[in-house]
């Protein structure tokens, strides 16, 4: 089946330096999407891509869909507390017409004071 | 806040047992979705409704069931437990752009 390999798994970071995490998958997607998970809350939708090659941002953070289709890319610009949490990429779950999501096992991401 | 709701918040249970989640969609989304979220499978699709049928199936063991009601709130039957099913249950609505999903506050089960 499908699998999202996202790297790294976790990352200690100091306050205000960027970050960059990656997601690559077995098959192409048509869509890419980029979640992040708060402790104790669901995951909320960051950015969406639709396009090879597109590159979108929403405030500090940037992510791009890969021209093979099978990766994309995270970065966060100047890194602040409350970037802390889970991020997963996640793309069109694969098989009998479902609109569900497939999701990575996500990046850990730890802010040191 | 998502707008989704889920009840209950925790639930504890034992194995064998059966339990009834309960997820109420964002207002005028019509697709409901579940999903589990467990330390070594990750966070896995379950199931999909829409408008009150089921659309899709995911990674749904035969002894979890899930419906959808006319007011479109969604309850999964979780059957027969066992100590592997403990996990956080999450349900998502969407409504025309059905990648754009948004998740309710999950419901953490745990069979002991």
């Known amino acids: 089946g499908q699998q999202l390999n996202q790297s790294p798994q976790s990352m200690f970071i100091q306050e205000g330096e960027d970050v960059s995490m990656n997601c690559t998958s077995s098959?192409?997607?048509?869509?890419w999407l980029w979640y992040k998970q708060d402790p104790g809350e669901g995951p909320v939708l960051l950015i969406a891509l639709y396009k090879a090659g597109e590159l979108t941002s929403n405030g500090r953070l940037t992510a791009q869909f890969g021209i093979t289709r099978k990766d994309s890319f995270l970065n966060i610009s100047a890194s602040i507390p409350s970037d802390v949490g889970i991020y997963f990429c996640a793309g069109p779950f694969s098989g009998g017409g479902a609109d569900g999501l497939t999701f990575g096992k996500g990046t850990h991401l730890i802010i040191q004071p | 806040d998502s707008g989704v709701t889920q009840t209950p918040k925790h639930l504890i249970t034992a194995t064998g047992q059966r339990v009834t989640l309960r997820c109420s969609p964002r207002s005028g989304d019509l697709s409901v979705y579940w999903y589990q979220q467990s330390l070594d499978q990750g966070l896995q699709f379950l199931i999909q409704y829409y408008n009150g049928e089921e659309r899709a199936k995911g990674n749904i063991l035969e002894r979890f069931s899930a419906q959808q009601f006319p007011d479109l709130h969604s309850e999964l039957n979780l059957s027969s437990l066992e100590l592997g099913d403990s996990a956080l249950y999450f349900c998502?609505?969407?409504?025309?752009?059905?990648?754009?999903?948004?998740f309710g506050p999950g419901t953490r089960l745990l069979v002991l």
């Open positions: 998502a609505s969407s409504g025309l752009a059905k990648e754009t999903q948004y």
């Open positions: 098959s192409i997607f048509n869509t």
